[in-house]
């Protein structure tokens, strides 16, 4: 049966849109809040690392995260992190970017940014001060 992994290219394309967001992370001005977060955990360097053995189990493929970790709780791995619907709609629209700037397109992928859109917008635990 056919993954949203498999629908994105499979774990090396994966690592590739994970990379690439992580460079706009660092470097687009909208990123700077979401590093800032990052840096309230392990840093950036772990978290690319992280990210795509979460996404892997999360789009259907092999569950790296949940093989390393013994959960896929994404509220437990955010609770740390005070995450407004702001800092959401920013992690969504430089994950279009990223999508975009790979080449990622057509109705898998448009699945894919379903799924991500439900699981950030899950993540918003404060509002704006």
Partial sequence: MRTPLDDLGGE????RLVNRFYDLIETDPQGARIMSMHFQGHGLAHVREEQVNFLS???GGRKHYMEKHGHMNLRLLHDHVPITAGDAEDWLA???RALADCGHS???VDRIRAALRRAATALVNRTPQ
């Fill in 57 to 59: 189990g999360f789009l």
């Fill in 12 to 15: 090396e394309a994966l690592k």
């Fill in 94 to 96: 430089l994950m279009d």
């Fill in 106 to 108: 057509g109705a898998g």
